[in-house]
C-alpha cells in the first residue's frame, strides 16, 4: 500500500528537512526548499502509517516549523 502526502509552506524555508519515523525508525529524510510555489509531494510503500508514526518539518537551524503524529483509531 501506497502513502502519500504533501507539505505547502506560506513563507520561503530553503535548506529544510522533512522527516517521517514510523515504528521508531526513518522512513524518509529528505531535504528540500520550501516556498508558496514549491510543494513538497512524496508517495512511499509503507503499507498502512503505524499508530505513532510521525511527519515532522524542520528549517535549516532544526527548529521544528510543524509535526503531525498518527492518532489511534478507535
Do not use: C, R
Not at 50 to 72: F, I, M, R
Amino acid at each position: 500500500m501506497e502513502n502519500a502526502g504533501s507539505v505547502y509552506a506560506t513563507g520561503n524555508f530553503a535548506n529544510s528537512s522533512v522527516i517521517l519515523t514510523a515504528d521508531g525508525k526513518k522512513v524518509l529524510d529528505e531535504n528540500f526548499d520550501f516556498s508558496p510555489a514549491n510543494v513538497f509531494s512524496q508517495t512511499i510503500e509503507l503499507g498502512s502509517l503505524p499508530e505513532g508514526s510521525q511527519l515532522e518539518v524542520l528549517d535549516e537551524k532544526g527548529h521544528s516549523l510543524v509535526t503531525w503524529q498518527q492518532n489511534p483509531m478507535n
